[in-house]
């Protein structure tokens, strides 16, 4: 029902910043649990991000205080500020959205619960 689309990647050195943008169109959800994901070549998806329904966030330790998940539900675009990029952060990152009415899953940075709509990616590539 929604459609998604990533945008703001590319290729940075380490210690660098990019800001990614997903936006939504089409039928949105009132209440929507939505996210970040990545994947490396030969690895499998994970969560990054997500920004749940009252506005709390979630990340996974690996970018904890160096990245920022956002929202602007005025224009429905999520955003990915990614500060202090590390070459293992080099992946395709994915944004995801779905409803919820009663806030994101008790495990949302596990790409297996969710069931909404995705984006066809984005890549990011840090060097060293």
């Known amino acids: 029902q929604v459609q998604l689309v990533e945008s703001g990647g590319g290729s940075v050195q380490a210690g660098g910043s990019l800001r990614l943008s997903c936006a939504a169109s089409?039928?949105?959800?009132?209440?929507?649990?939505m996210g970040w994901f990545r994947q490396a070549p030969g690895k499998a998806r994970e969560g990054v991000a997500v920004?749940?329904?009252?506005?709390?966030?979630t990340y996974t330790d690996s970018v904890k205080g160096r990245f920022t998940i956002s929202k602007d539900n005025a224009n429905n675009t999520l955003y990915l500020q990614m500060n202090s990029l590390k070459p293992e952060d080099t992946a395709m990152y994915y944004c995801a959205a779905e409803r919820a009415d009663y806030g994101c899953s008790r495990s949302p940075l596990d790409p297996e619960n969710w069931f909404g709509s995705w984006g066809q990616g984005t890549q990011v590539t840090v060097s060293s």
């Open positions: 089409g039928y949105m959800y009132r209440s929507s649990c």
């Open positions: 920004v749940d329904t009252d506005g709390s966030t």
